[in-house]
């Protein structure tokens, strides 16, 4: 399902929180007797930022979209 450019907007915003929580320490891992919930890695929540943000661009018109062109040569 495509997601509209403020949906975009949303998750890039998300995405930024994210990763300064990161960075700031606030969001790791923890484990509580046997269980153990592990966050996503900085690397996960940069390569998602950067899918966004390749998504907000070719919805901008800024950055074409990435993908397979076919080339069909045909004699005049």
Not at 14 to 23: F, P, V
Not at 32 to 44: A, D, I, K, M, N
Not at 51 to 57: I, T
């Amino acid at each position: 399902m495509a997601m509209s450019r403020s949906e975009v907007v949303e998750m890039l915003d998300i995405l930024k929180t994210c990763k300064k929580s990161i960075l700031s320490g606030e969001a790791a891992s923890y484990t509580v007797g046997s269980r153990s919930v592990t966050f996503l890695s900085l690397e996960e929540v940069n390569a998602e930022i950067r899918n966004y943000q390749n998504m907000l661009d070719v919805m901008d018109g800024t950055r074409k979209a990435r993908g397979v062109h076919v080339v069909i040569p045909y004699d005049l």
